[in-house]
């Protein structure tokens, strides 16, 4: 009898079991109407980090230490910083960009230390605060204004060394 009931019991729960993967299997997600559109083939950065800020423009950095990019710095401005590990003597390209979404347009950004493992937030003013790092960002600040209107392109990282009082 009791032997009977555990049965029963396992039955039922199989029962349900298999209930809840089909249904979850037909169930349709919300937002299924949405869909992904490959607009660039690449903007030459890769995106470690990515911010949208107010201004739809999207902030977009990767780590610094891996060699050059595919996104040449503006005005053969090089970054040379002899605390950096791969090119030390300088280092010509842009470790971060802006998408401009509207004009589906990047352009090179400037960053001087490495970012790898910073962390970041954005102010309501629309600045978007970075801090930390590793290396010669271990106790960086960086800030991002958001750019004004009508195709402004003069705002860039600024940076402030040995912000934080602790490596990060
Ligand atoms: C840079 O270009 C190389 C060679 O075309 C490619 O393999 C790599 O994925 C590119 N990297 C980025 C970040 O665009």
């Known amino acids: 009898m009791e032997l009977r009931s555990v049965r029963q019991s396992r039955a039922r729960h199989l029962a349900l079991l298999l209930l ?16 992904w559109e490959l607009l660039q083939r690449s903007i030459g950065v890769s995106a470690m980090h990515m911010q949208l800020l107010h201004n739809d423009r ?21 970054r040379v910083n002899p605390r950096e590990r791969v090119l030390p003597a300088g280092d010509c390209t842009a470790h971060s960009a802006e998408y401009d979404v509207a004009a589906n347009a990047a352009r ?10 910073s ?3 954005v102010a309501p003013d629309g600045t978007l605060v970075q801090t930390g790092g590793w290396n010669d ?5 960086r800030t991002m204004p958001v750019c004004g209107g009508g ?17 990060r």
Request: glycine share 14%; with cysteine; hydrophobic share 35%.
């Open 108 to 117: 090179p950004l400037f960053v001087f230390t490495d970012t790898w493992c």
């Open 137 to 141: 960002g271990y106790r960086n600040a």
């Open 58 to 78: 999207v902030i977009i950095f990767d780590r610094t230490d891996f060699g050059r990019s595919n996104l040449s710095l503006p005005g053969g401005r090089c």
């Open 151 to 167: 195709g402004d392109e003069s705002c860039d990282w600024s940076e402030q060394q040995d912000a934080l009082a602790a490596n």
């Open 20 to 35: 809840l993967t089909f249904a979850g299997g037909i169930a349709p997600a919300s937002g299924a109407d949405g869909r």
């Open 119 to 121: 962390s970041g937030t």
